[in-house]
Nanobody, 125 residues
Framework: QVRLVESGGGLVQAGGSLRLSCAAS????????MGWFRQAPGKEREFVAS????????NYSDSVNGRFTISRDYAKNTVYLQMNSLKPEDTAVYYC??????????????????WGQGTQVTVSS
């Protein structure tokens, strides 16, 4: 399994931006599809975005499409989530996830076998 460590969370005003990072251990980063999920207080964890092992395919939830961008840097073994035009409803703990293997279009948390510890994002109104 790959070890994932998120960073970049914090407090931001509505309309602002944050960039989350997820550093992956190991030498097989390119073999993993990567995803971001979030969990708000009192709610279930939900899909935010994913990127395929090749980096060529991305998926977004309807609620963040057009505002968030997922990307990956193979040299740094890192996946990013650029979050723009943040809203108070984006407040949540954000989790990075990894899925070993090729393919794309994975949006369900059961598709991912490795998880980070999460990073808090708070958007004030």
């Amino acid at each position: 399994q790959v070890r994932l460590v998120e960073s970049g969370g914090g407090l931001v005003q509505a309309g602002g931006s944050l960039r989350l990072s997820c550093a992956a251990s190991g030498r097989t980063f390119s073999s993993y599809g990567m995803g971001w999920f979030r969990q708000a207080p009192g709610k279930e964890r939900e899909f935010v975005a994913s990127v395929s092992w090749s980096g060529e395919d991305t998926n977004y939830s309807d609620s963040v499409n057009g505002r968030f961008t997922i990307s990956r840097d193979y040299a740094k073994n890192t996946v990013y989530l650029q979050m723009n035009s943040l809203k108070p409803e984006d407040t949540a703990v954000y989790y990075c996830a990894a899925r070993l293997g090729r393919g794309y279009g994975y949006v369900d948390e059961t598709d991912f076998g490795s998880w980070g510890q999460g990073t808090q994002v708070t958007v004030s109104s």
